[in-house]
């Protein structure tokens, strides 16, 4: 098993967007779809992937309050379902940070096989039946 400790940044998250969706600044007052989009998607994974920021510090890195970061997540929800592609570049920027950084409301990133998943469950199942037959454990 491996441990991940770090945690993102609203900088790395808007730079990997900008970066993955090839556009220069998400910072700008655009409204076109495509840099909308990118907020949006830049909103998600900012939500998810930075402990312990407000709203107002994740609108911040783009120019704008928290009312619109609340407003462009309930819109990245509906997009998403009409727009594959947009959930497609959540999904794989989302995995790219999973990979290196911890979401909040967990202690630890922890990569657990299969196999390793079975056996716990096996060993639970077998501490049921011992409890259910009234051999509890000390």
Known sequence: MT????TASTRLIRELVEE????????R?????????ARFIYFKLAKNF???????AIGREVNRDH????????KYDVEANIDHYM????????N?????????????NVD????????????????LLKIKNGEQQI
Do not use: F, W
């Open 20 to 27: 993955r969706l090839q556009i220069s600044n998400i910072k």
């Open 112 to 127: 657990i096989t299969i196999e390793q998943l079975l056996k716990r469950i096996e060993t639970i199942e077998i501490e």
């Open 96 to 108: 790219k940070l999973d990979k290196n950084y911890i979401k909040p409301g967990r202690d630890q």
């Open 87 to 94: 959930h497609d570049v959540y999904d794989e920027l989302s």
């Open 50 to 56: 930075c402990r312990y920021k407000s709203l107002s």
């Open 67 to 74: 009312a619109t970061v609340i407003n462009g997540l309930k």
């Open 29 to 37: 007052k655009l409204r076109t779809r495509e840099m909308s989009q």
């Open 3 to 6: 441990t991940t400790t770090n």
